[in-house]
């Protein structure tokens, strides 16, 4: 497994303590996927707006059918989230 420098949840400040803390409040944890892109906290916000949009945002599909085919996209790709 590749390593990828992180900043420690507890080190953080600024804008990505608030993402943290955002994480934090929505999931109850600060996910592996959230955390890698803790050295660049522009990109991360952009990143779980883009989720957002994504998961959250007016669709035809319902949440359930998006987390569904989200699911088995990454079961396919041997992604472990």
């Not at 497994?1 to 953080?12: C, H, K």
């Not at 996910?31 to 660049?40: A, E, K, P, R």
């Not at 949009?53 to 790709?77: C, D, F, Y």
């Amino acid at each position: 497994m590749p390593w990828i420098e992180q900043v420690p949840i507890s080190e953080a400040t600024g804008l990505l303590k608030k993402l943290f803390d955002q994480a934090i409040e929505r999931a109850g944890r600060v996910w592996h996927i959230v955390h890698i892109m803790s050295l660049n906290p522009r990109v991360l916000r952009a990143s779980l707006s883009f989720y957002t949009a994504i998961m959250l945002g007016k669709s035809p599909l319902s949440r359930a059918q998006r987390e569904l085919l989200a699911t088995v996209v990454a079961a396919e790709l041997g992604c472990h989230y």
